[in-house]
């Protein structure tokens, strides 16, 4: 399967507790995003990473949250403390991005199947 | 700051029919990328069709194609000849050609009936 993966795909845990959720992207994709979402809702943007680097977070990512892609492959997103309203799918999104004459590149995203977290 | 409006949280379909779904959006950019993606019941999300804002021409992808209206700001999925596996939930996204975010609307989710 050369898809986006995700890991685990369910996790229940009780509020105060440190979760950590994996995502491997498509192997040759140099952009990585993690999205929240929410029962009802759109994907909401958390953070992503050019490669290694973590260029852009969201305000929803509170200090709680951490992201990190050490060696630009996979990424791991690590809640501390979990509190009931982190319950949530945690989604995660490769693409390729390309610097073109025009500006970046149209950067589809593939998408995982996402984590599902619940904090009792 | 981007917004993506569905206003049609639920639709429904009959096999082979063609229904059509709406999205709207708000930006003050010229330059920009519009998709729509899949999300059907516990799946993952897969990309529908996508449209570069520079292109007048509509995208179409086998059964689906889209009405690109820059000026009002409104980007329609049309579903043809409507399949059972069409339903889902399906997600209108925007991106600036300069930006890294998508945006989402929240979502219509698509019943077929056969």
């Known amino acids: 399967d050369t898809g986006v993966s995700q890991n685990p795909r369910h996790k229940i845990t009780k509020r105060g507790q440190n979760v950590t959720f994996r995502c491997d992207p498509i192997?040759?994709?140099?952009?990585l995003y993690w999205y929240r979402q929410t029962l009802g809702q759109g994907p909401e943007f958390l953070t992503y990473?050019?490669?290694?680097?973590?260029?852009?977070k969201s305000r929803l990512l509170s200090d709680r949250f951490s992201a990190e892609r050490p060696k630009g492959s996979f990424s791991t997103l690590e809640i501390q403390r979990t509190e009931q309203g982190d319950s949530a799918m945690y989604l995660c999104?490769?693409?390729?991005?390309?610097?073109?004459?025009?500006?970046?590149?149209?950067?589809?995203?593939?998408f995982g199947p996402g984590t599902r977290l619940t904090v009792l | 700051a981007q917004t993506v409006t569905q206003s049609q949280p639920e639709m429904s379909v009959q096999e082979a029919e063609t229904v059509t779904l709406s999205c709207t959006y708000d930006?003050?950019?010229?330059?920009?990328?519009l998709f729509w993606y899949k999300q059907p019941p516990s799946r993952q999300m897969i990309l529908v069709i996508r449209?570069?804002?520079?292109?007048?021409q509509n995208a179409t992808e086998n059964r689906f194609s889209v009405n690109f209206q820059k000026a009002a700001k409104s980007f329609s999925l049309k579903i043809s000849d409507s399949q059972l596996g069409d339903a889902a939930m399906y997600f209108c996204?925007?991106?600036?050609?300069?930006?890294?975010?998508?945006?989402f609307g929240t979502g219509t989710s698509l019943t077929v009936i056969p």
């Open positions: 999104a490769s693409s390729l991005i390309l610097q073109t004459a025009r500006g970046a590149s149209t950067d589809t995203q593939y």
């Open positions: 996204a925007y991106r600036t050609n300069t930006g890294n975010q998508f945006y």
């Open positions: 990473f050019q490669n290694e680097a973590q260029l852009e």
């Open positions: 192997s040759e994709h140099n952009r």
């Open positions: 449209q570069e804002a520079y292109k007048q």
């Open positions: 930006t003050s950019e010229s330059d920009y990328y």
